[in-house]
């Protein structure tokens, strides 16, 4: 099956971000590469307000172990403009 990112925004601005079909912690890779091309590319700045970790991520964690904190995302975006 394909990689797919589905993003979804309400009123409010307030952004989830869905990383589908990524093995264990390749989302957390995509994750940061996606807030580095909206910064860099539309000046995008996104706040992490929360973290939704999936089976398969936990599952790919408990086999290796990661240093890093996790972090798949629920965003809030603000754009200025």
Same mark, same amino acid.
């Given at each position: 099956?394909p990689?797919?990112?589905? $993003? =979804?925004?309400n009123?409010?601005?307030? +952004?989830t $971000? /869905?990383?589908?079909?990524f093995?264990g912690?390749e989302c957390?890779? =995509?994750?940061?590469?996606l807030? /580095?091309l909206l %910064?860099?590319?539309? @000046?995008?700045?996104?706040? +992490?307000? @929360? +973290? #939704?970790?999936?089976p =398969?991520?936990?599952?790919a964690? %408990? %086999?290796v172990?990661v240093?890093?904190p996790l972090?798949?995302y629920?965003?809030a975006?603000e #754009?200025e403009g």
């Amino acid at each position: 099956m394909p990689k797919k990112i589905v $993003i =979804e925004v309400n009123e409010n601005s307030e +952004t989830t $971000i /869905d990383y589908l079909n990524f093995a264990g912690a390749e989302c957390l890779a =995509e994750s940061q590469r996606l807030h /580095d091309l909206l %910064a860099r590319q539309f @000046g995008v700045q996104i706040e +992490t307000t @929360g +973290t #939704t970790p999936k089976p =398969e991520l936990l599952l790919a964690q %408990a %086999a290796v172990p990661v240093q890093t904190p996790l972090q798949e995302y629920s965003l809030a975006v603000e #754009t200025e403009g």
